[in-house]
Nanobody
């Protein structure tokens, strides 16, 4: 089992920044590809960013490229999402997720999910 706990969400104005953190406990953190997903009201959950097990590869949704950066610190069992130039359309609940297989992460077929953290961007 892997437990994922997100933090860092909140209310921010358009153009502002937030940094989300996801602390993992349980099985070996470096054995999992990690991702951030989000779900806005009335919309499906979508992949925002993913990072491979040792951080060598990343993937971003087109809507966040150039604004968001995913990173991980395997020594601290933590994955981060730095969000800059935030827009109202970034408002959503953000979830941290872990998957053993990269392709499963990209498809949202993850092994573990966090409880989510709310991000609200005001206009």
């Amino acid at each position: 089992q892997v437990q994922l706990v997100e933090s860092g969400g909140g209310l921010v104005q358009t153009g502002g920044s937030l940094r989300l953190s996801c602390a993992a406990s349980g099985r070996t953190f470096s054995g999992y590809n990690m991702g951030w997903f989000r779900q806005a009201p009335g919309k499906e959950r979508e992949l925002v960013a993913g990072i491979t097990k040792i951080g060598a590869g990343t993937r971003y949704a087109d809507s966040v490229k150039g604004r968001f950066t995913i990173s991980r610190d395997n020594a601290k069992n933590t994955v981060y999402l730095q969000m800059n130039s935030l827009k109202p359309e970034d408002t959503a609940v953000y979830y941290c997720a872990a998957a053993n297989l990269w392709e499963r992460l990209l498809r949202g077929m993850t092994d573990y999910w966090g409880q989510g953290t709310q991000v609200t961007v005001s206009s």
